[in-house]
């Protein structure tokens, strides 16, 4: 599938780029964590949240509601499943890597998706992006041979687990965890009870 750069004016409907924070340390502190030969997701790390960096980034993008910093590591080359929060996400690619992108609103009645819909886009390392609400991602794409890195912030408590649910609006079948609604394809490999709202193509780069 095409890989558009995020200079493209494409990319403005998914996110927008965040500059003027210097993420040297948090940069250097990701090179610490582990690289998996699948993809591994920590929501929470305290040596990324107690940079100040993190906490500048808490206090500034996330207008002082409390965050966690984690990451979400390894290699992947699929689409798999598309989410979405409540809110925006924050990620900083410490490797080049590939984001597949699609929109809330393309989200048909009976809470399907069609794939051929997604967007792929490059983010350059050391990048930081601003992932909208409305935004439909998963985990990143590698570019390089070694995987990739991408440091992700939220709220505090997002992609947690949840207390049962008692559905509401047709949209709670897609609550996953806390403030994490998930669409998964038949041949992603999530966990029983996972929406599989993806019809079309398991996308791959």
Known sequence: MEIKNITDPAWNAYGKVVTGYDCSE?????EKTPVPEDVTYVASAEELEKLDVCRRMEKNLYGQMEIQAGYCNGHNRKLNALEYHRNSEINVAVTDLVLMLGKQQDIRE???????????????AGTVIEVY??????APC?????GFRCVVILPKGTNTDMEP??????EDKLL??????????????????????????????
């Open 142 to 146: 590698h570019v390089e041979a070694g």
């Open 26 to 30: 948090l940069l250097a502190a990701m």
């Open 165 to 170: 649910l008692e559905e509401v609006f047709p």
């Open 110 to 124: 009976d809470n399907t998706y069609d794939t051929s819909l997604v967007e792929a886009f490059l983010i350059p």
């Open 133 to 138: 609400a409305t935004t439909l991602h998963y």
């Open 176 to 205: 996953f965890a806390k403030n994490k609604w998930l669409l998964g394809h038949e041949e992603g490999g999530l966990p029983e009870g996972a929406w599989l709202g993806l019809k079309g193509e398991n996308r791959s780069l």
